[in-house]
């Protein structure tokens, strides 16, 4: 059963940068589109890109100059920048498996983030 | 980017009724779009994947369809288990969009 964690800090101060680690067990990064999917207090979901451990990356243009997702296939994790982080990027932030026709089959539980100084 | 539209944003409905959602893109996407169930402080959970397969586990009380830019999720007699918020996705093309959310309240 393939399972997805994410892990980082809670808590980053405006101006700096967000950065979150999701570690895959039961089963291989290889092969997959890893995405990072994020939630704004008692809001909507939001795709934020996707990586694969080729280097292909997707970005959703709306972060794009601030986002970098890279796949680390020797760890066996993918993770997750964001720079220059302000109080809406407050969220809880999610990493999920793409799968064939399924967007995002797997996800990990999320991670909240709140941007504060 | 594609706008996804879900109607209606919120229901009430009572444990064996009869429950659709509407999904409608801003353009066509053919039948790539995902129908995922959220409940409080838990990760979105995948139901209905290419408009109309049903994934794996998933009860066949769920059921999709539609195609272009009009879609819905039916729930054909809904259990309690089922109170939730759904959110339909496209992934016809970049970015993949989410809908705003139906939440499902017992009535």
């Known amino acids: 059963q393939v399972q997805l964690q994410e892990s980082g800090p809670g808590l980053v101060r405006p101006s700096e940068t967000l950065s979150l680690t999701c570690t895959v067990s039961g089963g291989s990064i290889g092969s997959y589109y890893w995405s990072w999917v994020r939630q704004p207090p008692g ?8 990586s694969h451990y ?8 709306s972060l794009k100059s601030r986002v970098t997702i890279s796949v680390d296939k ?15 990027d407050t969220a809880v932030y999610f990493c999920a498996r793409r799968y064939g026709d399924r967007p995002f089959d797997y996800w990990g539980q999320g991670t909240l983030v709140i941007v504060s100084s | 980017a594609i706008q996804m539209t ?12 009869r429950v659709t959602i509407t999904c409608r893109a801003s353009q066509g996407i053919r039948n790539d779009l995902a129908w995922y169930q959220q409940k409080p402080g838990k990760a979105p959970k995948l139901l209905i994947f290419a408009a109309s397969s049903l994934q794996s586990g998933v009860p066949s009380r ?11 999720i039916t729930i054909s007699s809904l259990q309690p288990e089922d109170f939730a918020t759904y959110y339909c996705v496209q992934d016809y093309n970049y970015p993949w969009t989410f809908g705003q959310g139906t939440k499902v309240e017992n009535k």
């Open chain 2, 6 to 17: 879900q109607s209606p944003s919120s229901l009430s409905a009572s444990v064996g009724d």
């Open chain 1, 74 to 88: 020797s760890k066996n994790e993918f993770s997750l920048k964001l720079n220059s982080v302000t109080a809406t």
């Open chain 1, 43 to 50: 809001g909507g979901l939001e795709w934020i890109g996707y």
């Open chain 2, 62 to 72: 769920f059921s999709g369809s539609g195609s272009g830019t009009d879609f819905t």
């Open chain 1, 54 to 61: 080729s280097g292909t990356t997707n970005y959703n243009p």
